[in-house]
C-alpha cells in the first residue's frame, strides 16, 4: 500500500471538498438565508461551522502524515494501516457527525449525527498517538537519521 499517495489525494481532496463547504456557507450567510442565519437556527450554524473547520483540518493532517511516511521507515506495516484507517475513519465521522447534526435541529440541540463525533475523535486521537510515538524512530528518507556524515 502507498500510504504517501493515498493520504496525499485524500488531504488534497478533503481540503478543497471542505473549502467548497466553507464557501457555501459564506454564500448562504451572504445571501441572508433564514435557515443558515435565523436566530432558531443558531446550532445549525455551529455545526456546520465546525463541519467546515474539521474536514479542512483532517485534510491538512492527511497531507501532513503523507509527507511523514517517509521518514518513519520503522513504523510496523501494522501501524501504518491503523493509523490510515484511523485518519480515514476520523475524516468522514468528524465533519459528518457535525454536519449531520446540523441537519435537523431538536429544540436547539444538535440532531443524531452528534453521536458520530466522539467515534471520529476518538479515530484521529488514535492515530496521532500512534504516529507521535512511531515519531521518536524518525529518520530521513536515505537511512541517515538526519546525521551529515
Given amino acids: 500500500m502507498n500510504y504517501t499517495r493515498r493520504h496525499l489525494r485524500?488531504?488534497?481532496?478533503?481540503?478543497?471538498?471542505?473549502?467548497?463547504?466553507?464557501l457555501g456557507l459564506e454564500l448562504l450567510h451572504g445571501f441572508k438565508v433564514g435557515?443558515?442565519?435565523?436566530?432558531?437556527?443558531?446550532?445549525?450554524?455551529?455545526?456546520?461551522?465546525?463541519?467546515?473547520?474539521h474536514g479542512a483540518l483532517l485534510g491538512?493532517?492527511?497531507?501532513?502524515?503523507?509527507?511523514?511516511?517517509?521518514?518513519?521507515?520503522?513504523?510496523?506495516t501494522l501501524?501504518?494501516?491503523?493509523?490510515?484507517?484511523?485518519?480515514?475513519?476520523?475524516?468522514v465521522l468528524l465533519p459528518g457527525g457535525f454536519f449531520t447534526a446540523g441537519l435537523a435541529v431538536y429544540g436547539g440541540d444538535p440532531g443524531l449525527?452528534?453521536?458520530l463525533v466522539p467515534i471520529g475523535a476518538t479515530s484521529l486521537l488514535t492515530a496521532v498517538f500512534l504516529a507521535a510515538r512511531a515519531?521518536?524512530?524518525?529518520?530521513?528518507?536515505?537511512?541517515t537519521g538526519g546525521r551529515r556524515d
Avoid at 435557515?35 to 473547520?53: I, S
Avoid at 491538512?60 to 510496523?76: D, E, M, N, T, W
Fill in 10 to 22: 485524500l488531504g488534497w481532496w478533503s481540503l478543497l471538498v471542505f473549502l467548497l463547504l466553507g
Fill in 35 to 53: 435557515l443558515y442565519l435565523d436566530v432558531q437556527n443558531e446550532t445549525r450554524r455551529l455545526m456546520w461551522t465546525l463541519a467546515h473547520a
Fill in 60 to 76: 491538512l493532517v492527511h497531507i501532513a502524515f503523507a509527507l511523514s511516511v517517509p521518514y518513519l521507515p520503522k513504523l510496523a
Fill in 79 to 91: 501501524n501504518r494501516a491503523r493509523i490510515s484507517w484511523c485518519l480515514i475513519g476520523a475524516s
Fill in 113 to 115: 449525527g452528534i453521536v
Fill in 135 to 143: 515519531s521518536g524512530s524518525a529518520e530521513t528518507p536515505d537511512g
